[in-house]
């Protein structure tokens, strides 16, 4: 149950557009259509925002959007603004007989 | 109002043991798959286990697997973690968290946390 690879830091200017990948195994984002991405603020319960790769719950701007090639999942942001300013996580099912859930490491964004 | 509020967390010594729970409400709580996820404070989220709709399936990850025990009462609306031979690692925020595509992991509602502290 490794972890999914998340780049530790990413940061962008008001009104640009910034991605955040996440890659894993063909155990996990790459064999299933079960990535889901979450938005954490400081002090604060993890937010869905996109789940089964690219979907957006009720409620999410489409500033956010999802997609996935291969082993790795990607989560982009336009248009930031500096509310996006927070931690991100991926996760996806793995299969493979251990029918469990794993998180990548996190990305912290920076909103210049 | 979709609402989860986690509660039973606390100071325990390593080699003991605590129950969480994860009081239910606005949704019908009894066709979901629930989770545990975990976080040590400044640090990433971490999956726990997870339930399906009637108890019938429950997966751990290794790490606590034979340690720990996620169970449901859906009369109750309410699910639970009971966590034995715990360890310092265990220390952590604790999140229950309902998941809206069949246990995949699509968590899209979360309670607030619980922090349990495993020490001496």
């Known amino acids: 149950q490794s972890a999914l690879t998340q780049p530790a830091s990413v940061s962008g200017s008001p009104g640009q557009s910034i991605t955040i990948s996440c890659t894993g195994t063909?155990?996990?984002?790459?064999?299933?259509?079960?990535v889901s991405w979450f938005q954490q603020h400081p002090g604060k319960a993890p937010k869905l925002i996109i789940y089964a790769v690219s979907n957006r719950p009720s409620g999410i701007s489409d500033r956010f959007s999802g997609s996935k090639s291969d082993n790795t999942a990607s989560l982009t942001i336009s248009g930031l603004q500096t509310e996006d300013e927070a931690d991100y996580y991926c996760s996806s099912y793995t299969g493979s007989g251990t029918n469990t859930v794993v998180f990548g490491g996190g990305t912290k964004l920076t909103v210049l | 109002e979709v609402q989860l509020v986690e509660s039973g967390g606390g100071l325990v010594q390593p080699g003991g043991s605590l129950r969480l729970s994860c009081a239910a409400s606005g949704f019908t709580f009894s066709t979901h798959w629930m989770h545990w996820v975990r976080q040590v404070p400044g640090k990433g989220l971490v999956w726990v286990s997870r339930v399906n709709s009637d108890e019938s399936t429950t997966n751990y990850a290794d790490s606590v697997k034979g340690r720990f025990t996620i169970s449901r009462d859906n009369a109750k609306n309410t699910l639970y973690l009971q966590m034995n031979s715990l360890r310092a690692e265990d220390t952590a925020v604790y999140y229950c968290a309902k998941d809206r595509v069949a246990g995949s992991g699509s968590l899209d509602c979360w309670g607030q946390g619980t922090l349990v502290t495993v020490s001496s």
């Open positions: 063909s155990s996990d984002v790459g064999g299933y259509n079960y």
